[in-house]
């Protein structure tokens, strides 16, 4: 499967650039399932208590950045940080319209990254958050599939001064708190 291992050579390659993740434990992933039912395909669920994919950040430009900006980065949730993500109406409104939380906003927190439900490659896109219903202008496509983006996601370590700001300092990797999405 193209995900798989481009998932594998991701963790690989933000392994060499220093950066520590975990794969979710069974408990996760039967929460997850508890809380989404089955709308998480297995092959998804599979990479996430496979690979030590949660905590690991990754970087994408977009055309519209201005050449003196940097990248927009986002952190693969654990599980428990997806299921959290059920109090907040970006993301009852995003189920509903079929699409999976797959990363949060590492970069400012406020707008998370998604797939579409179904297929076993789908595009990554980004929710803005900003209205009560999802509308098309709130959807922003970052790849034209899930393998495309991990082959070319950036990768290196957080800063002290990101752990800090994503208040991830005494956390384990890919724990970060609620007040940190």
Known sequence: ???RQAAEDFVARA????????????????ALQVAFGDRYPAWL?????????????LGWRSDAFKPWEGPWWLVWPTPAEAVGRL??????????????????????????????AGGDDPPLVRLYHDGEQLQPDDI????????AFLRVAEVRPLTDEEAEALMLNDAEPGAAPDTAI
């Open 140 to 147: 922003t496509p970052v790849a034209p599939s899930l393998s």
């Open 87 to 116: 109090k907040f109406l970006l993301t009852e409104n995003a189920l509903a319209a079929g699409y999976l939380l797959v990363a949060l906003d590492g970069s400012s927190g406020a707008d998370p990254y998604y797939i579409q």
């Open 45 to 57: 669920t599979e990479l996430w208590q496979s690979l030590p994919l949660c905590g690991l950040r």
């Open 1 to 3: 499967m193209a995900v």
């Open 15 to 30: 392994t060499a650039a220093g950066q520590v993740g975990r794969p979710a434990t069974a408990e996760e992933i039967a």
